[in-house]
């Protein structure tokens, strides 16, 4: 047990220092930002550390869910670390010089293949400034559209993960811990919930990158001061814009299998009585 206790606290410490880390990347490559917001930068990655060595050292965790039914959150979060990665190295103004340029050409041209009419891209790029200057606005359709792949291919690995890798497993599922936030005695069927509360977070899933851009008054404030003064900012604002809808998609995903596995489990059950009985 001490053993046990010592291995999850390590973990935690190695994870907690990770998100910190992602948190600041940004502010550390970008090196823009007044003292100020440095401050507010540096006080987020300690409250994401602090955050994330709670839920993952505590035998329960109180917010994050699938814990222990890997590889839901890894994927989740290499995927969240290749999109800041690949956004903050399209607004990198020093490497468009270097070594990196073909790569910062090649998404620059990815982003205008898919910035196509009615795509999340478009809808996102037509919510900037009027004013901005292109090589501005060029840049954050090439970040957008490398965040919204990103978001797109962690859905995809996740499914193909439930399709063939079996998600979440032959073992025991810790409802407990894996969704705290879950209670199945809160009433009605179980199956029934679950599917509802799939079905919800896939259709946001679906919905949010479209509907979010057409918030165009919400959205030109926080774009024009992240593009004028805050270029980490506008990393975090494309991130959160594409995966936030692509997290609740993945979610959906995860519950639908779960009511699947509960619904497959009830059935084998009744027919375990009726060879019973019939015996």
């Known amino acids: 047990m001490t053993r046990l206790l010592r291995s999850r606290v ?3 410490v190695l994870r907690a220092g990770f998100m910190s880390l992602l948190v600041a990347m940004p502010q550390l490559l970008l090196g823009h930002g007044t003292p100020g917001s440095r401050q507010l930068v540096a006080l987020f990655a300690l409250m994401a550390g602090i955050f994330t060595f709670s839920e993952y050292a505590a035998r329960s965790p109180s917010l994050v869910e699938f814990r222990d039914a890997r590889p839901y959150n890894r994927i989740r979060v290499t995927a969240l670390a290749t999109a800041v990665v690949l956004a903050t190295a399209v607004l990198q103004e020093h490497w468009r010089d270097s070594l990196l340029q ?11 293949a898919v910035d196509v009419p009615y795509t999340p891209v478009h809808l996102l790029v037509g919510t900037l400034p009027s004013d901005l200057p292109p090589h501005l606005v060029g840049e954050v359709q090439a970040a957008a559209a490398a965040v919204y792949t990103i978001s797109l291919l962690m859905i995809a690995t996740f499914a193909a993960t439930i399709r063939w890798g079996n998600w979440p497993g032959r073992g025991a ?3 407990w811990v894996n969704l705290p936030q879950f209670d199945p005695t809160a009433g009605g069927d179980v199956v029934e919930r679950l599917q509802r509360d799939a079905h919800v977070n896939l259709v946001l899933g679906v919905l949010l990158p479209l509907i979010a851009p057409l918030a165009a008054n919400l959205l030109a404030l926080p774009f024009q001061g992240a593009l004028l003064r805050e270029p980490a900012a506008l990393v975090w604002i494309i991130t959160a814009w594409a995966f936030i809808p692509a997290n609740l998609a993945m979610r959906g995903l995860a519950l639908n299998r779960l009511a699947w596995l509960i619904a497959a489990h009830r059935a084998r059950l009744r027919r375990a009585e009726v060879l019973a009985q019939a015996v």
């Open 102 to 112: 073909v790569f910062h050409a090649g998404i620059e041209a990815w982003g205008r």
């Open 173 to 175: 599922f810790n409802v």
């Open 10 to 12: 390590a973990m935690a």
